[in-house]
């Protein structure tokens, strides 16, 4: 299985950036699939996924409202609209993959821990400043 993200950059505050994360060699249909990112001196965090069994999605909530996740299945890539961009979005980002999908306690909603992802891409890094 192999992610490969592009399209990291140098992005002014309040700009917007499109990163690009290409699919292979993956054959279920059964797994998740998203962004995440690791700032200097900070762990590693979820920003947003998607569930390919029923497109489900989650966003981080210092994210919601700004980054959108999509798809092009035809194309096995898959896409991270980063509109409003603030400083504390700089950071590297990854793509990665999971065979199975988390949900929270207690009828909790859709998430993807990155420990609960297998695949891993090499990042691009999205540095925001003016």
């Known amino acids: 299985v192999q992610l490969q993200a592009s399209g990291g950059g140098l992005v002014q505050p309040g700009g917007s950036l499109r990163l690009s994360c290409a699919v292979s060699?993956?054959?279920?249909?059964?797994?998740?699939i998203g962004w995440f990112r690791q700032a200097p001196g900070k762990e590693r965090e979820g920003v947003s996924c998607?569930?390919?069994?029923?497109?489900?999605?989650y966003y981080a909530d210092s994210v919601k409202g700004r980054f959108t996740i999509s798809r092009d299945n035809a194309k096995n890539t898959l896409f991270l609209e980063m509109n409003t961009v603030k400083p504390e979005d700089t950071a590297i980002y990854y793509c990665?993959?999971?065979?199975?999908?988390?949900?929270?306690?207690?009828?909790?909603?859709?998430?993807?821990?990155?420990?609960?992802?297998?695949?891993w891409g090499k990042g691009t890094l999205v540095t925001v400043s003016s």
């Open positions: 990665a993959l999971g065979e199975r999908l988390y949900y929270g306690s207690g009828g909790g909603g859709f998430y993807c821990p990155p420990y609960g992802m297998d695949y």
């Open positions: 060699g993956f054959e279920s249909n059964y797994y998740s």
């Open positions: 998607i569930s390919n069994v029923d497109g489900v999605t």
